[in-house]
């Protein structure tokens, strides 16, 4: 396998996608808690302070997917000559992705998280269904002393679903041990989860392409400098 060859460049985008959802996570998470676990929120607001881990989690996880949706996304414009020599009045455009995939309907916190983890879900099925045509059903699998599923650990309910509420709530509560007790079982799923990505753009590659933890198939630009 040539490790870019053409026939494999929309996996490694979809897996390139999958991972960067996680790392969009991992951003916010790390550095809430390089923050001494704390949020810039007015004073006026840390009632509210379970509400305002929500929102400003989903917040930057779709601002950080959008700008990468936008950098993925071709912005080439149809000339007016070529556009009178095709019928392209039924070409789905950049624009038309864009406004499928992005959600602008307000959402309660619970369905912020039910959304993001829907994303994952579709990221998962993309990668697993291209899998399937090179026969890997467990590409995520990672076989060593104990066989290691991240796909588990991806779409496990006790993870971003329970574990992000639970952060919130114990922010609210400013129960730094527990804090500390929530983000140590966080991390531990987090390092599985991108490990078992990484593992599966090692098999994708033919061994080819080795990353780092936070490492990625393609450039993403600034997104993590904001």
Known sequence: ???YTKTRVCLYLALHRLKLKFMFIKHFMDIFKG?????NIPEEQ???????FISSFYKDYS???NMNLKLMLSSKRVSERVRKLLDIKDIITSEDIMNAITFKKHLDDNNRIKFIMREI??????????????DVFDPFSEGREVMIDAEEFMINQDFIPVLIPAIA??????????LED???AYEFMMKRVLKGINYAIKIASGGQILLDLEGTIYNSGNIFDI
């Open 35 to 39: 923050n001494e676990f704390k949020l």
């Open 63 to 65: 601002h950080k997917n």
């Open 169 to 178: 709530n114990a922010y609210s509560g400013s129960n730094r041990a527990q």
């Open 121 to 134: 879900k579709a990221s998962i099925f993309v990668c697993k269904v291209m899998f399937a045509q090179m």
């Open 1 to 3: 396998v040539v490790a």
């Open 46 to 52: 840390v009632d509210l302070a379970p509400h305002r």
């Open 182 to 184: 929530l983000f140590r």
